[in-house]
């Protein structure tokens, strides 16, 4: 029976995850992360914006504690917000910035609001971005348009894993419009991908090899120096000696 209470806790954690997300629209909301601690459970929330989250003098953060303690049974949850550090590698924040864009200009300008989203994904570093908006638009007929650019893995364990996906809808007068991104962020490691190092084992041999042959010669131009010296001592000694028997 072990098995049910893992589900039931996935099952509990989906739902807080849920419940948070639909309450924090607007705000730059990226994902939710829950760990276990001894003092309770400690919900990590990842925005771009926490400065709306906390709320004035941190009213917004205390009524969402409340919410959650007492809808999800939770003993003591500690909230903690973390800051995101780049924007345009979420697909999460930029598909909301996609769905905010086409509320406020409506579907007059959607080329436009995906060709710069594109392009600021892909100068934030990315390996390829992929944008799918459907609907109505620009006209009556509902449409899918696509834009993409880069290189993005559509098949693998890459692209379960690798690949950053977000699902959003924009509310229009005219439908609702669906927003597909799928980001690949510039740290993915490609199967393909490989490095060649260079030995460096044979350029430290020569080295030692090269130091040994200096070492050599030195030690043959001491030792020669050694015996011109015990040569001219000698010669010193027999001439010497001829001096003294002819006097």
Same mark, same amino acid.
């Given at each position: ?85 780049? &924007?345009?590698? %979420?697909?999460?924040? !930029?598909? /909301?910035? =996609?769905?905010?864009?086409?509320? +406020?200009? #409506?579907?007059? @300008? ?85 490095? &060649?190092?260079? %030995?460096?084992?044979? !350029?430290? /041999?020569? =080295?030692?090899?090269?130091?040994? +042959?200096? #070492?050599?010669? @030195? ?29």
């Amino acid at each position: 029976m072990i098995e049910r209470k893992f589900i039931a806790q996935k099952i509990k954690e989906f739902q807080i995850q849920e419940y948070i997300s639909d309450n924090l629209k607007n705000v730059g909301h990226s994902r939710t992360k829950m760990l276990k601690t001894p003092l309770g459970e400690k919900i990590v929330i990842y925005a771009s914006r926490p400065g709306l989250i906390v709320g004035r003098k941190g009213q917004n953060i205390k009524q969402l504690t409340k919410t959650l303690k007492k809808r999800f049974e939770l003993e003591n949850p500690q909230i903690e917000i973390s800051e995101i550090e780049n &924007l345009n590698l %979420d697909a999460n924040i !930029v598909a /909301e910035r =996609i769905a905010n864009s086409l509320e +406020k200009f #409506g579907t007059t @300008k959607f080329k436009g609001i995906g060709h710069k989203v594109m392009s600021d994904v892909m100068s934030s570093g990315a390996l390829g971005i992929e944008i799918l908006i459907s609907g109505k638009i620009p006209g009556s007929r509902a449409k899918s348009w696509r834009f993409y650019s880069g290189y993005l893995k559509k098949c693998g364990d890459i692209a379960l894993v690798g690949v950053k996906r977000s699902y959003k809808y924009a509310q229009l007068k005219t439908g609702v419009i669906g927003i597909k991104i799928s980001i690949m962020p510039p740290d993915t490691k490609l199967p393909d991908d490989i490095q &060649l190092v260079e %030995d460096k084992q044979e !350029v430290v /041999e020569e =080295i030692e090899k090269e130091e040994v +042959k200096e #070492g050599d010669k @030195k030690k043959k131009k001491e030792e020669g120096s050694k015996e011109k010296e015990e040569e001219a001592k000698k010669q010193k000694e027999v001439k010497k000696g001829k001096r003294a028997d002819k006097e």
